[in-house]
């Protein structure tokens, strides 16, 4: 009888011997080929669930396959540590940020440690102490000396009763202050922002790198670049000095069908240009729209609604009067604030038309038009009509005609409009880094030197949010010196986004010990690109965008050499509860520590590995736990009972039985590697789980010889040392080999044993040849039928026919007979 599997003790015992053998840490060795395989270090909420595994155990095992594989790799962790939510929860619990970031560090520390993953902790990051952000603060400066940070307005909350600033969370009943009732209005107010605007080409562009398609195109939906042509309409009114109002269309085929232009409420022209009898009404629904936030604003769902107000402008194409409008869901931050109304062919133009009586003339004629009227926006390619000299002409080629007729005439110019702006970056909250600014009155805004960095986050301050920053009210940090003129002056009292700390942390682990510079140049060139990154899918358009913008803005300081931060990206899906997602108030959230002492860390990564693709997701199920657990006892007694061999077994047979246990063994190495290497982990394990069935009925048999039986328990444990790395130690310690299986090179599959013999099978329907087809050898008459009725030259013979009969002669011939 072998002992027990007791992954409680085995587990604890390896997990300790790896940490005083420093097994898992590493250095920049040259002679080996790198990898860096980053996974998204998690945000310090508290306790790590089941959620959390999911992220991690998968990408310790791709990273302990690609070390067994030879690479010296980088598999690093950290904590996410500033922001929001760490700030509320310390409120709610009533203890500071600093102290509950902290000792939620140490719990989630200690939980990562028990997923057995081969983090060097000794790299650790952890965003929120000083030796990390101090280089936040001084990526700020850099980005400000190279004009990529800026000073500018952005709308805030603002409680006219009050008389403050709200945070968002202030904000209730859909635009109310919570603390008085009153009707909060929008207030701008003068924050820090990165010019990301400047990159939106580039990031545009995934050169030599494999992402996966969905993210590439959320981002580029985000940054929203069109082609198009900004086309001005003549203004004249009295005692305005503007002569026109422009407007970005990428349709200027549809100019003559304008009959409305809209301006953003916010427009600085809309107080000028309002007529008197207008201005109580334009007045009250541009206080209406204060409240409204800009998803509100430019939700599909809300009824577009706007008011005229009592002026014209003139469409310089046809000389004809376009009465003014304002509407919210024109920004002012989008274009130029102004937008022209084509109703006939834009849907939310036609929607407006309808309801405000407008025109609709058709200026791009459906095929077969009869010059009646429209049921709805016609937009698909059309011939011109009501469009002077243009009449006739297709409108694809109307677009360029138009556009050239504009700028001959100096009334427009073609040019490109993006939807990205640029990333504000100024949080009126304690918990992130400050801003290493002051403001002096003789010098105006003056970077905080170099040598003054970190600019300390004081640990005294009133946190509690209020809509402004709280370290305004610190009297001893908004108080300092000027350090060019030595006046007094005051800091900036606003912290950083969190995606700031984000953008470069995984820079530090290549040197996090680094006190003279963010990252040692050297280490960072030896790492650099991150060669897998892995994470949920929900980054794409801000730590992902954001992370490529910061990695192109350091390269042109020359700080890093590359364009693209992170070479490969692979998104997980989502652990799911009786179909719902885990959360604390649906109360079903799985915690792994239950889990980790029931069945032992190596069961649950295997389970979350097994129960579906890792880019999909699936539901946590206790039964299929419970499975896998059996899986694992089973390669143990598999593995620790001795092996007897069969001595009456005929030759033949024997070797029959042996070059079968090289061919699935063989085939299962080529299997596993190419899983791993496309990250199909699912797949992997249930070929590893017949890989066990397979050993359990050889060893029944008995046939082989035990040098070969000895060589496929080999092989399997090192498949199974990154999946159940503790599991796969123990069994390859009691077995007498050589410490420590996380050392050992991955197994290689030999092509010549992996194919199978195989055979031609002639395919018939009613007994005319119709197909040929290659089956292994071992292919069942259940498997053949299957087969010849998927393929794509018996299908028509079968279609619709009533199959009657399949005769199989094993070896050779399929013949279907169908009536
Ligand atoms: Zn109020
Ligand atoms: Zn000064």
Redesign the pocket.
Known sequence: MVAEYNPQEIEKKWQQKWAEDKLYEVTEDKSRPKFFDLTMFPYTSGDLHIGHWYAMAPADVHARFKRMQGYNVLHPMGFDAFGLPAENAAIKHGIHPFKWTMQNVENMRRQLKSIGAIYDWSREVVTCLPDYYKWTQWFFLKLYEADLAYRGKAPVNW?P??Q?V?ANEQVVNEGF?E????AVTRRDLAQWFFRITKYADELMEYRDIDWPERIKLMQKNWVGKSQGTEISFALEHPGVAEKEIRVFTTRPDTTFGVTFMVLAPEHPLVAVLTSPDKKAEVENYITQSRRRSEIERLSVEKEKDGVFIGTYVINRLNGEKVPIWIADYVLLSYGTGAVMGVPAHDERDFAFAKKYNLPIPVVIAPPGWQEEELEEAYTEPGTMVNSAQFNGLPNEQGIDAVSDFLEEKGWGKRTVSYKIRDWLISRQRYWGAPIPMIYCEKCGIVPVPEKDLPVLLPEDAEFRPTGESPLKYHEQFVNTTCPCCSAPAKRETDTMDTFMCSNWYFLRYTSPGCDNAPFDPEKLKYWLPVDLYTGGAEHAVMHLLYARFFAKAIRDMGLVDFDEPFTRLFNQGTIIVEKQKMSKSRGNVITPDEYVAEVGADTVRAYLMFVAPWEQGGEWNDSGISGVSRWLNRVWNLVLTDYSQNKNANPDDRKKAERELSRITHQTIKKVTEDLEKIHLNTMISTLMELTNYLAKAKEKGTVTPSDWEESIDILLRLLAPTTPHLAEELWQRTGREYSIHNQSWPHWDEALVKEEEITLVVQVNGKLRDRITAPVSITETEARELVLERERVKPYIAGKQLSNIIYVPGRLINIVVK
């Not at 603390?179 to 009153?182: E, I, M, P, Q, S």
């Open positions: 409680c009763r009050c403050t709200l202050c603390r008085c009732g009153a």
